[in-house]
């Protein structure tokens, strides 16, 4: 059921590959909110993704990018605002992927070349979009930016590798052009730091299943799907959160609030006896 939240709103949505990812379930809810947007993947990931389906479902655009790449940044702005209309109402960046994870290195075995990657396409992409567009011009006064994050970027995640990194630059963009982007032009940026979602790239980390059941153990209101986040995020998008900028905002059933739980603790009594 929609509520017009995003009604007469326009976007650009970075990063939908699938139905299970982030931008996808985030897009689906825009648009049943009454927005207008453009969409945006690789060329790999349109070949082999079903972004198209996505297109149709939403009656938006694709225009493919490497969202690393400023020449392809400017191209998917310019576009976008041909196809809309105008400036914008709102970006979301739903981007990341890291190397080092596809192929198993451990943290203290890093391929610095992928390292690179990593940051390149997980962090900088953010702040190169940004960047594009407060030259262009692009985004409406009031508008609103979003990109998705994980508490990895605050705490030590085994298997989450250098993406930890990566999503710790993430959040430090988000503050710091928030601050330039909100005095400048009235514009907000903020991060979800969501619950660890099973999306095509969150499978590839390392005992993904394992960390799903102990934060749904630790969380007292139980991990947020992705459908769940995609609510918040047409919130965030909307002019209900006109005065939020440069914030991470956690939205993770309140596991980013715990020391342990009682499910936690029961679980790992029933394995120390059965130790003994």
Partial sequence: MGYNLLKNKKGIIFGALDDKS?????????FEEGAQFTLSNTQSAIRFGQINTLGNKCNAKII????????????????????????VDFVVHSIGM??????HREYDD???????KTIDISALSFHKLLQVAKK???IKEWGSVLTYTYIAAQRTLYGYNDM??????????????G?????????RINSISQSPTKTTAGSGIKGVDGLIDFTERMSPLGNATADECANFAVVLLSDLSRKITMQNIYHDGGFSSMAMSLK??????KCLDEEK
């Fill in 64 to 87: 493919p990018a490497d969202a690393t790449r400023i020449k392809d940044i400017e191209q998917v702005i310019l576009q976008s605002m041909e196809i809309l209309g105008g400036k």
């Fill in 98 to 103: 890291s190397l080092n994870v596809r192929k």
């Fill in 264 to 269: 936690a603790m029961t679980q790992y009594n």
């Fill in 110 to 116: 890093l391929d610095y070349d992928y390292f690179l």
């Fill in 164 to 177: 930890a990194d990566a999503k710790a630059l993430l959040e430090s963009i988000t503050r710091n052009f």
């Fill in 179 to 187: 601050y330039i982007y909100g005095r400048e032009k009235k514009i």
């Fill in 22 to 30: 982030l931008a996808w379930k985030t897009a689906t809810r825009a």
């Fill in 136 to 138: 262009l011009d692009a």
